[in-house]
């Protein structure tokens, strides 16, 4: 089992940067699937980005693509949205999930179905 804390949220221009990190309690974090999802208010929960166990594969959304970055540093348990050139429909409430996926697949999963564990959330706004 694995416990996730986000934190970086804030209030950020339009146009800015901000990064989001998440901390994994535990040992195992390498062996987990990490994954950032967004809900924004009267919206469903979406996918956004996610990384594979070792970090050598990426994914995420084409709403996101070009302008996030996920990444993770396993010797500090920890994984980080980088977010630039955010824009107002980037608002949201964002949330670190990890995923245990079969021990022979080294990719992703965009499906929030995969993700058994997700932190409590942190908040991005980004005003015009």
């Known amino acids: 089992q694995v416990q996730l804390v986000e934190s970086g949220g804030g209030l950020v221009q339009a146009g800015g940067s901000h990064r989001l990190s998440c901390a994994a309690s535990?040992?195992?974090?390498?062996?987990?699937?990490m994954g950032w999802f967004r809900q924004a208010p009267g919206k469903e929960r979406e996918f956004v980005a996610a990384?594979?166990?070792?970090?050598?594969?990426?994914d995420y959304a084409d709403s996101v693509k070009g302008r996030f970055t996920i990444s993770r540093d396993n010797a500090k348990n920890t994984v980080y949205l980088q977010m630039n050139s955010l824009k107002p429909e980037d608002t949201a409430a964002y949330y670190c999930?990890?995923?245990?996926?079969?021990?022979?697949?080294?990719?992703?999963?965009?499906?929030?179905?995969?993700?058994?564990?997700w932190g409590q959330g942190t908040q991005v706004t980004v005003s015009s």
């Open positions: 535990g040992r195992t974090f390498s062996t987990y699937t």
């Open positions: 990384i594979s166990r070792h970090g050598g594969i990426t």
């Open positions: 999930a990890a995923a245990l996926l079969p021990g022979d697949y080294w990719g992703t999963s965009f499906r929030s179905s995969d993700y058994a564990y």
